[in-house]
């Protein structure tokens, strides 16, 4: 336990001294000091370690990480960047978890996850803008219409696999960026603004000063955040640990198999599909009404591929490994401003070794426990 | 719609058809010999265009010949790319061999991601489109109204006389027996004595050379080249390989000429019958036909080369 | 249903599984070339023929794997011919795979969970909202998969979960029939189930076999070997294909004797 209690302040602390850090060399240091903690973690076995100490208090990294979110947006609670950063890595996260259900769980690689996070915010933008829609409610048509436009494409992914299944996606997200870039009626390449979050007349963006202490516009959002990626966790981790993941894990490693075991392979890869779109499309209302605007720029394919590289970095299948990657994706060239220019030169190296070298990512999947024990052993 | 602007239009559509061609029969190549997918073909592409236009930079106070020219671009480009495409098949593919096919697909992704940020952040001024050179002449024919310009002549009988020469390397010669065997049953082709590595080497510079033939047609073609060039012909590249059936030559080149179609068919159709749709639309009218065709035919047009056992 | 002895050759069997001029061609060849033959409920079947003489083809049509070029596939009277997979399984046929189809990534109780996937509650709303009820369905299914390793090897129930893939090839054959045999089959076909193991060890799980075979229910069995003592040991009627074609049925010792099955085997003399 002191273990876990030391880990977790640990990183408390490096992520409030990350986020704040202002000058490039104290990022870097940081950078530095993480890999070489990392690297002397290895050799003394840290990640055993504290792998055993999960084991024992599994709880322990739910609660952490909520806690630990709190604290660092009541840390920065008047910084708007810092705040920024954050919500931004908690919604990448979202989106990522969807991708994760499609890819890490059924096996199949969506290459339009962009497309299908700019449909919800377009969405959004519509409703928001045109309809007196509850905001609330908006999160969910925008999420649903996400959803209902995966479906056009259901067909041909259900028909195709591997290769050919991919060039479904790729193909549907160069069609829906051009498609937003030649339609005026929505907004063509300036895109459309969103007005801004609001529930029961209390407008979002608008910050709040509870007696001199300042807090920023985005907090309500992160808060939001939060909440749906508590949501979108637990339902990703319920799902692992029952019989539809076991069936979508079927459905991934051998088809064949499992169809004779009477698993409807067609079932799972449209509900995984749908699910996972549904996400993502929530995801991006909610990115789209925080930062007030939405251009087909935001969504082409090379951001699909980040997305997808996240959920790589973090380990295919294991939704803990998101969270970290989407961190390193989203904050360290914000941070590292020499190499904002070289965002995706970098990320495309550190992808490649990645696959080339630790192919399991940066938190690998484990096996499925359906109700972790306390037990050192494993189920009883 | 006059004739000649018809006219034109089919000539448009025929040097596309040609170029995308020659992209997804790279491809396919790729895809019989390892069943890998290498999505930085596009980007070899534009690499081997650049190349050519270095070159072109390098030579053009030299030499003042402009065949001399663009014989010395077409050799510096296709051996800068052939030489990319044996490291990149050396240091990325091969090692890969075991891991899933994602991996793979998800390691050219990127590759070609990182190839297109290193021309747009290193070469001079790169994020900018640069004026490729006039190397072919541009006087013509008249046909009426329409001029058929010698620079589209060139280029289209050097396409296709680049696929014939293909097709017969592969069908006729040694090498070609030696990737045919390869890509038909590796295991088999190797226990026959054939070098596995030295045929997947080859394999990919043969591509890599093809892709830069490509890029330097579509730089003459119009007088223009820019880092991201490469993206939307390797898309298109692929969806014409697969469309066609993948590891299937002929089905190649059916695809590369019916997605030119396609394309051509949107900007000319598109605005007939629905007049408030702009031609900018016609690559969203090519892709939606991709996708109906690969719903209805998941293997390509023509199908496959194998199936899997049970 | 009859009590039927499986010994028992002299009383009136009941056909749980037809096949009529059954026939699945793929391209220019001729797999399963009108194939006649039928399974008595109850029996253990023998199914023999050299390489290519359309074993696996059959199999793979019964479990709707393929489709066949003509001719019907009934199972207890119902027609099967143009079932799906999933289908098949749901009316009590399963399988083994001549080469192992296991979930490597995933641990041995799963992999023999999903061979119950017709008695688990997939729902939605189960699985992701009513996690109580789900834990007591999980600890039923726990004990099941466990009694059941535990017939074939207690030491291999203690790996109950541990990925299969740290498992050497014998245990994986287990669990592949594990998997067949925890939805209580009417119908099991085994595919070369002695591929890659020694002959003790082959003996021990035709053994398992047959002692599970004995608690639970007296299910048929089609059985493809070319191991010749399990044949004679275990079936007690044969059926020799070739060429997609029966050329024999009967007996271990009619079918050894018969002199097409020889020529098929062992070429002309």
Known sequence: MKLLISTFVACLVYSILLLGSENQLEVGALVVLAFVVSLVGKKMGLMEKLAVAVREHPQFPAYASVFGVLVIMLFFHNSHFALLMLATVLIYSIVCLGLNIQFGYVGIVNFAGAAFFGIGSYTAAILATHTAVPHLLVLFIAAGISALIGSILIYPVLRTRGHYAALVTIAFGILFRNFLEVNDTLGGPQGLKIPPFTIFGWNLSEGLDIGGFEISFYIPYLL?????LIASFRITRNLERSWIGLSMDMVRTDEIAASTFGV????????AFTLGNFIAGMAGALYGMMTAYVAPNNFTFADSLILVSIVILGGIGNPWGIIPAAAIVVILPEKLQFIQEYRFLLYAIVVILILLFRPDGLLPRRIREYFPSNKVGGQR | MSFEILLQYLLNGLMLGVIYAIVAVGFTLYFGVLDVIKFSHGDILMVGAFAGLTAYIGISETFTSPWLQLLVLIVVSLAVASFLGAVIARYLILPLQKAPPINTLLVTLMLGLALREMVRLFYPNGSNPKPFPKLLPVDGIDLGEFTLRSDSLILLIT??????????????????LAIRAVAQDSETARIMGINFHRVVLITFMLGSALAALAGLMNGLYYNEVNFSMGLLLGVIGFSAAVVGGLGNFYGAIVGGFLFAGLQTIGAVLLPAILP??????????????????????????????????? | MSAVSTMSKASPQKQILLAE????RFGGVTALDSLDLHVNEGEVLGLLGPNGSGKTTFFNVITGLYRASAGKVA??????????????????????????RLSLPLTVFDNIAIGDNRRL????????????????????????????????NPKLADKIFEPVASLPMIDRRRIEICRALISQPDLLLLDEPSAGMTHDETAEVMDDILQVRSKIKPFTI??????MGLIQRMTERCIVLNYGKKIAEGTYDEIVNNREVQVAYLGQE
Do not use: C
């Not at chain 2, 396409?159 to 070609?176: D, F």
């Not at chain 2, 639309?281 to 035919?297: C, E, H, Q, R, T």
């Not at chain 3, 399963?94 to 192992?100: A, G, H, I, L, P």
């Open chain 2, 276 to 310: 408030n749709v702009p031609s900018a639309y016609k690559d969203v009218f090519a892709f939606a036909v991709i996708i109906i065709i690969m719903g209805l035919k998941p293997t390509g047009l023509i199908s496959e080369k194998s199936s899997e056992r049970v």
């Open chain 1, 224 to 228: 939001i955040a939060l909440f749906l």
């Open chain 3, 121 to 152: 509650n997939t729902g939605l709303i189960f699985n992701l909202f009513q996690r109580e009820k789900f834990r007591k369905e999980y600890e039923v299914l726990v004990e099941q998969v466990r009694q059941l390793l535990l017939t074939f």
């Open chain 2, 159 to 176: 396409g296709v006389l680049t696929i014939v020469a293909v097709q017969r390397l592969i069908t006729k010669s040694k090498i070609g």
């Open chain 3, 21 to 24: 001029k059954l026939t699945m």
């Open chain 1, 264 to 271: 409807n392979i067609a079932h799972w890869k449209v509900v």
């Open chain 3, 222 to 227: 089609i059985l493809i070997e070319h191991e």
């Open chain 3, 75 to 100: 199972f207890r009277g119902e027609d099967l011919t143009d079932a799906t997979a999933q289908q098949v399984y749901l009316n009590a046929i399963t399988r083994t795979f001549q080469r192992s």
